[in-house]
């Protein structure tokens, strides 16, 4: 009886691992981890490749109106300290649209956007590689992280490009690839200003830190293993 019963009961857990198995594949979505659900009927699927960036600001054109078809805006704005980003791979962003020639334009963290042109073709999947990159900037105040505003420039700081904010948290910023300077002005109330080179590349993360020393383990708390300067 005792044989009988644990029979039973190894039946019964094995058939609510089979019925929560069921469940998790039938609800895995846009971001599940069963990756997409089959493309739209009568419509083509757009990628976006963007070398492990989980998370881009972008809209689509249709080049034949000019009309815009659609747009996603995951991602805070630079100059806000607020926006956690893992480190970690996710799911392409992706969107189904009719067939045809459309737009894609990526908005960067500066005033520089990246645009591709796509043909979308029906049952088919185009997959769009954008040419853009993320760095880090870590402003410490004693050993802890603290906010900062900071300037983006071209690398020869003839042009202000755009603005952020350092972050306690990990915050990227993503630019299109090339090099670049940050600038802190008036750098802890010294009146004098702190200047570092970035150079960005697809599919890398360079983190720059400001400040002192910090651990090991508070320069990358994302698990990237981007540059460090």
């Not at 979308?120 to 040419?131: A, C, D, F």
């Not at 970035?198 to 540059?227: C, F, K, L, S, Y």
């Amino acid at each position: 009886m005792f044989i009988l019963d644990f029979k039973r009961f190894y039946i019964k857990l094995g058939l609510l691992l089979t019925l929560l198995i069921m469940a998790c594949a039938s609800t895995g979505g846009r971001d599940g981890i069963y990756g997409p659900p089959p493309i739209a009927e009568g419509k083509g699927r757009l990628f976006l490749e963007t070398a492990g960036i989980n998370k881009v600001n972008y809209y689509v054109l249709d080049q034949e109106t000019g009309e815009e078809v659609y747009s996603e805006s995951p991602r805070a704005a630079a100059s806000s300290p607020i926006g956690f980003e893992s480190g970690y791979g996710s799911l392409p962003q992706y969107v189904d649209l009719a067939p045809g020639f459309y737009l894609v334009v990526v908005n960067t963290d500066v005033e520089d956007s990246v645009e591709k042109e796509v043909q979308v073709r029906m049952g088919q999947e185009v997959y769009v590689t954008i040419p853009i990159g993320r760095f880090q900037l870590i402003f410490f105040e004693g050993q802890e992280r603290s906010q900062m505003p900071f300037l983006i420039y071209d690398y020869n700081l003839r042009t202000v490009l755009g603005r952020g904010m350092t972050s306690t948290e990990v915050r990227y910023f993503i630019v299109p690839t090339g090099e670049y300077k940050v600038r802190i002005e008036n750098l802890a109330g010294t009146g004098s200003d702190d200047i570092r080179p970035v150079q960005v590349r697809m599919g890398q993360t360079q983190n720059v830190v400001i400040g002192p020393p910090p651990a090991p383990v508070q320069i990358d708390e994302a698990g990237d293993n981007g540059d460090l300067q």
